[in-house]
């Protein structure tokens, strides 16, 4: 019995070791977790305008950019998967892995050969393991992604898409990333970012809508040679931004239930140690009222 009680009240010590590791993890996740909600709107007006600045030139100019036109030399895809650097935080990466592995699925059975480029440790291990090869990988910044961060993956990415068909170029790019919808609900969706396909807003039926005229300055093929790089790299941003408060959301509220099944087993665990110590107890008083009724007799 006195073994038994050793083993739970260890287990209590091991328990509550934890639960403290977890409450910690959680307040971390709540202190960051408002300061990437605020980066994620701030830098929603700037992707906004920006798209209307390429559909009003995309729209209203008859040029053909390499950046909007299809490609027919090459059957190799990129994709981008934005995960996590740590765990901790439910299920995730595993949301967005399951949900790329789907979108690989369709393209190979497509005909399509598969790019594949992540963005973080989780993501990144989890294909190492698997001796899948990689063709690009960021780690490190997938809670606090910067603009220097959203810049080398788009200059990447961008450089593979104007590769020559020898050299590795691609045709597509796909991004699978987590869009933040509230603090209990994050969900994976799949982007297709290049070619691009800027589709203008059309006014109801019914209704004369006279379009602005644009006047483009020096011309329309290096507004848009100036204009559809910052934009990939803003709509990637916008991705790593909603990544990272889903990431933040996902941790904090994964350590709260972590939290409150280590308060569980607490419990649990000190009524078995009590059952034991009462079993110890009678135990004893049993041997002590079969000794004197021995003596007695």
């Known amino acids: 019995m006195a073994g038994q009680q050793r083993v739970y009240r260890q287990r209590i010590r091991s328990t509550q070791a934890l639960k403290k590791m977890f409450r910690a993890q959680e307040l971390i996740a709540a202190s960051r977790i408002g300061r990437a909600r605020d980066r994620m709107s701030a830098a929603s007006p700037y992707a906004r305008a ?16 390499p950046l909007l036109a299809e490609r027919t030399d090459t059957h190799r895809v990129a994709v981008l998967l934005i995960a996590s650097d740590r765990g ?21 059975g497509e005909g399509k050969e598969v790019a594949l480029y992540v963005s973080g440790r989780r993501a990144e291990s989890y294909y190492r393991f ?6 690009g990988t960021w780690t490190g910044q997938s809670d606090a992604p910067t603009s220097d961060l959203a810049e ?21 790019l796909h991004i699978v990333s987590t869009q933040f919808v509230n603090m209990v609900s994050q969900r994976p969706q799949v982007i297709r970012m290049l070619p691009l396909e800027v589709v203008e807003g059309v006014a109801p039926a019914g209704e004369h ?13 290096e ?6 790089p910052r934009y990939v790299r803003t709509r990637i941003f916008a991705c790593l931004l ?56």
Do not use: C, K, W
């Not at 080398?152 to 597509?172: N, R, Y």
């Not at 933040?248 to 972590?258: D, E, F, K, N, P």
């Open 152 to 172: 080398e993956i788009s200059g990447t990415l961008l450089d593979a898409f104007a590769a020559a068909p020898e050299d590795g170029g691609v045709g597509e």
């Open 242 to 297: 909603q990544a990272a408060a889903s990431e933040l959301a996902a941790r904090q509220r994964a350590m709260h239930t972590a939290t409150e099944n280590a308060e569980d087993l607490i419990r649990m665990y000190t009524r078995l140690a009590n059952q034991a110590r009462q079993a110890e107890i009678t135990q004893e008083i049993s041997e002590i009222v079969s000794g004197a009724d021995a003596l007695a007799s």
């Open 88 to 108: 901790m935080a439910g299920a995730y990466s595993a949301s967005v892995i399951r949900e790329t592995e789907r979108l690989i699925e369709r393209l190979e």
């Open 130 to 135: 698997r001796n899948r090869e990689l063709a």
């Open 209 to 221: 809508e006279v379009l602005p005229l644009y006047d483009f300055e020096p011309d329309a093929a």
């Open 50 to 65: 920006i798209t209307r600045a390429v559909s009003a030139v995309a729209t209203h100019s008859d040029v053909r950019h």
């Open 223 to 228: 507004v848009l040679d100036a204009l559809l």
